[in-house]
């Protein structure tokens, strides 16, 4: 009996620990469960830095060819979500398998579906870059944002910046 007990509360410490570590709210995504679970190849991306609650967060993910980073013609997913008026900004995003990606946020602050001087970006591995680095074509070195996904959930924070 103390033995089912004990592994009872051993199998719920150890969904809480699968569970996203930057907050008790879902996280958005295709497939949030994914993140929570922990056993699949996924990336939970915890954004900070915006600078209001109000618009909508865009997140890609990249992998393959470094030269193609940050070139929407050859993002591995793409998604979209109105930005929550509170709580952490946490978006999980599958990916195929483990392996080496990019991902990069931008925080449409004023939900016109274009880039301009009032939008917030940011990258994997929060490289020093702004809207004006992006606007003129100018990417930060793949070496800063690359990550490393693995089996599981691999966390990875983004902190938004503005002009």
């Known amino acids: 009996m103390i033995s ?15 569970l996203p570590a930057f907050g008790s709210a879902a ?17 939970l991306v915890h954004v900070s830095g915006l600078k209001d609650r109000a618009g ?17 013609k050859f993002a591995q997913l793409r998604v979209e979500y109105t930005v929550p008026s509170v709580g952490p900004v946490d978006i999980c995003v599958p990916v195929p398998g483990p ?14 579906g274009d880039t301009d001087r ?3 970006v940011g990258a994997s591995g ?23 996904v693995g089996n599981g959930t691999t966390i990875v924070p983004i902190i938004v910046r503005y002009l």
């Open 4 to 18: 089912k007990l004990r592994r009872s509360l051993l199998g719920l410490s150890a969904a809480a620990l699968a």
């Open 27 to 43: 996280a958005l995504g295709p497939n949030p469960s994914l993140c929570a679970q922990g056993n699949d190849p996924s990336i």
């Open 56 to 72: 909508k967060i865009r997140v890609r993910t990249f992998t393959g060819n470094p030269d193609t980073y940050f070139n929407k």
């Open 99 to 112: 392996g080496t990606y990019a991902v990069d946020v931008r925080h449409d602050a004023n939900n016109n």
């Open 118 to 120: 009032s939008d917030g």
């Open 126 to 148: 929060n490289p020093k870059f702004s809207l004006f680095n992006i606007l003129f074509g100018k990417k930060p070195p793949a070496r800063e944002v690359q990550v490393s």
